[in-house]
C-alpha cells in the first residue's frame, strides 16, 4: 500500500491547513502543492474536478468541491483509489467542520486544529487495510474516472496550462440521484390519481345505490322502506 505523504486544504490558492512529514520531500511537496494551486486558481476554473500530476516518483492528486481544495502527494505505489477516497474523506472532514467558515478564513487559520486531523487520516489510509476494503466496497462507482496525468515540470518549465482531469462520476451520481427523484414522483402521481379514481368509483357506486333505493321506496326520503 503507498503512503500519503503530504496533505493540504485550500480556498483557491489560499492555504488553510496543511501537513507532511519533516525533511526535504515534504518541504519540496509544499512547494510545488502552491505552485498547482497557484495556477488552478490563475485558471479562474471553478468547476468541481478531480485531477492527477506527476512529478519524478510522487503523484500529486487534486480534488476541488464546494469552493475548497483538498490535494495529497503519494508515491505511485498508492495508485488512485485510496488517495480520492482519503481527499473525500478530509473534505468532508473539513466542511463538518468548519461548514461556511472556511469560505472567508484568513490563510492558515484551520491548520493548528485540523493539520491533526490531515496526520490522522494520512496514517489511516496510508497503513489500514480497511482503508482500501471500504474504499473498494464504496466505490465501483467511484472507479469510472477519466483520469491523465500530466508531467508538473514539464508544466510549470513552459508555463502551460495544467490539464484538468474530468471526474464523469460527479455527474453520473448527480443523473442518478435525479432518476430516482422523477422515479419517486412519477409514482406519488400514480398513487394519488389511484386514490381520486377510488374514491370516485366509490361515489358513483353509492350515488347508483341510492338512486335504486329511491326507486324501490318511492321517493328521494325512502318513505316506504324507512318507517
Not at 3 to 32: C, D, F, P
Not at 177 to 193: D, G, L
Request: net charge positive; proline share 2%.
Amino acid at each position: 500500500m503507498g503512503k500519503i505523504q503530504y496533505a493540504v486544504v485550500a480556498r483557491g490558492a489560499a492555504v488553510l491547513a496543511e501537513h507532511g512529514g519533516a525533511g526535504g520531500t515534504a518541504s519540496n511537496a509544499g512547494a510545488v502543492a502552491r505552485q498547482i494551486l497557484e495556477r488552478l486558481h490563475a485558471n479562474g476554473a471553478n468547476d468541481d474536478c478531480h485531477v492527477s500530476y506527476t512529478q519524478g516518483l510522487y503523484v500529486f492528486h487534486v480534488r476541488r468541491a464546494d469552493g475548497l481544495t483538498t490535494l495529497c502527494m503519494t508515491d505511485d505505489a498508492a495508485g488512485r483509489r485510496i488517495p480520492f477516497a482519503f481527499l473525500e474523506d478530509i473534505h468532508g472532514k473539513f466542511v463538518k467542520a468548519y461548514g461556511r467558515a472556511a469560505l472567508t478564513a484568513l490563510p492558515y487559520a484551520m491548520n493548528e486544529e485540523f493539520s491533526r486531523v490531515l496526520s490522522k487520516q494520512m496514517d489511516y489510509f496510508s497503513n489500514d487495510p480497511n482503508a482500501d476494503s471500504i474504499n473498494r466496497m464504496k466505490g465501483e462507482m467511484d472507479q469510472v474516472r477519466s483520469v491523465m496525468i500530466d508531467n508538473i515540470d514539464k508544466v510549470l518549465e513552459r508555463g502551460d496550462r495544467l490539464e484538468l482531469l474530468v471526474d464523469k462520476t460527479a455527474t453520473m451520481q448527480g443523473n442518478t440521484m435525479r432518476f430516482k427523484r422523477q422515479a419517486r414522483r412519477f409514482r406519488n402521481t400514480v398513487w394519488w390519481r389511484n386514490v381520486k379514481l377510488t374514491v370516485a368509483l366509490i361515489f358513483i357506486l353509492l350515488a347508483i345505490i341510492y338512486i335504486v333505493l329511491a326507486f324501490m321506496c318511492h321517493g328521494f326520503t325512502l318513505p316506504s322502506c324507512v318507517r
